[in-house]
């Protein structure tokens, strides 16, 4: 009887949650300092300071503080990507083009830090290659859509599904890389909403001429 009741008692005690795996934590340190200093604060040491453990562990997981901002890039990435597939199904696929464009906008000037750790000016062009390649997902959503409005013949005649996902793409990267630098300040200031605006009206009508 005593067993018993000791065991009843003991399973109502709240059990002690296992710490999340030392890679995840890393990534969550890592991000945090991006997040307060920028690439120059991120440091093997540093990480290991906020962890609690040494800074050699980290290495058991990633290849370096390079690794590390890669792992944060696809996390924004991926986020991105996740953004431009819920433009809704339910719209016509040039103006789910025009809607991914907008989601674009607002992804990238919501999460500035993401937006310039993800498009990188200085990798040379052998490490810049094999990073599009790997993050080209998010701009397949865009060309597929492309590819559906082709099929439906909605878009201009001998369209194609690459030139169009990448006018698109460009067209509203350029406008929100110079939001998110800070440059529309000198260009637009104040004015970037109206901008967006014409900007989208310029891509649909370039899409349906």
């Not at 990267?173 to 637009?188: E, P, R």
């Amino acid at each position: 009887m005593l067993t018993n009741r000791l065991s009843s008692v003991d399973s109502r005690k709240p059990r002690k949650q296992p710490a999340p795996a030392l890679k995840q934590r890393v990534l969550e340190a890592a991000r945090a300092l991006y997040f307060e200093g920028g690439v120059a604060g991120i440091s093997a040491r540093k990480i290991a300071v906020r962890l609690g453990c040494s800074a050699t562990a980290i290495y058991l997981h990633y290849d370096g503080i390079g690794d590390v901002l890669h792992h944060l890039r696809m996390e924004g990435h991926a986020k991105l990507a996740r953004a431009l597939a819920e433009a809704p199904a339910s719209l016509a696929p040039v103006e789910r083009l025009i809607e991914m464009q907008r989601r674009y906008y607002l992804f990238g000037t919501e999460n500035r830090d993401y937006f310039r750790l993800m498009f990188p000016v200085d990798l040379a062009a052998t490490a810049l290659t094999a990073a599009v390649r790997e993050e080209a997902f998010s701009l397949d959503i865009v060309k597929q859509c492309a590819q559906e409005a082709i099929e439906t013949g909605t878009l201009r005649p001998g369209s194609d599904a690459t030139i169009v996902a990448n006018v698109v793409w460009m067209h509203v990267h350029g406008l929100t890389a110079t939001v998110v630098s800070g440059h529309s300040s000198a260009t637009a200031e104040g004015r970037e909403a109206e901008v967006l605006e014409a900007l989208l009206e310029a891509t649909r009508a370039w899409m349906i001429a």
